[in-house]
């Protein structure tokens, strides 16, 4: 009876070390730095950067302008102006909120 409890216990201790390596590993793989340097948008606008050409097909046209309508999308926002009942589209902060954050600082 004890070496059947014996088999068992090392066999369940030996499945929890690999549980354990398998998940340290996952955990690990995830943190990788360099991800973005990889994306294809970002290694095509290096590329511009540095005057070299590399050819392009309709994919990475249409990344190019899913990635250019995201960051116009992060850089850009719709305000209302004081004067009118309409809104207008901006970039960049507004000299007004500027002034205030600098009146607000510590």
Same mark, same amino acid.
């Given at each position: 009876?004890a070496?059947?409890f014996?088999a068992? /216990?090392?066999?369940?201790l030996?499945?929890?070390l690999?549980w354990?390596i398998i998940i340290?590993?996952?955990? #690990?793989e995830?943190?990788? %730095?360099? @991800?973005?340097e990889?994306e !294809? +948008? $970002? +290694?095509?606008?290096? @590329?511009a ?5 590399? %050819?392009?097909?309709?994919r990475e046209i $249409?990344?190019?302008?899913?990635? /250019?309508?995201e960051?116009r999308?992060?850089?850009t926002y719709?305000?209302?102006t004081?004067? !009118?009942s309409?809104? !207008?589209?901006s970039?960049g902060? %507004? !000299? @007004?909120w500027v002034d205030d954050? #600098?009146?607000?600082r510590n």
């Amino acid at each position: 009876m004890a070496a059947v409890f014996a088999a068992v /216990g090392v066999a369940l201790l030996a499945c929890l070390l690999i549980w354990t390596i398998i998940i340290s590993l996952k955990i #690990w793989e995830t943190d990788d %730095p360099g @991800a973005l340097e990889r994306e !294809s +948008v $970002h +290694v095509r606008r290096q @590329a511009a950067r540095a005057g070299l050409t590399m %050819p392009v097909g309709a994919r990475e046209i $249409h990344e190019d302008q899913q990635y /250019g309508e995201e960051t116009r999308l992060l850089l850009t926002y719709d305000f209302g102006t004081s004067g !009118s009942s309409g809104s !207008s589209r901006s970039s960049g902060v %507004p !000299s @007004a909120w500027v002034d205030d954050l #600098w009146i607000r600082r510590n």
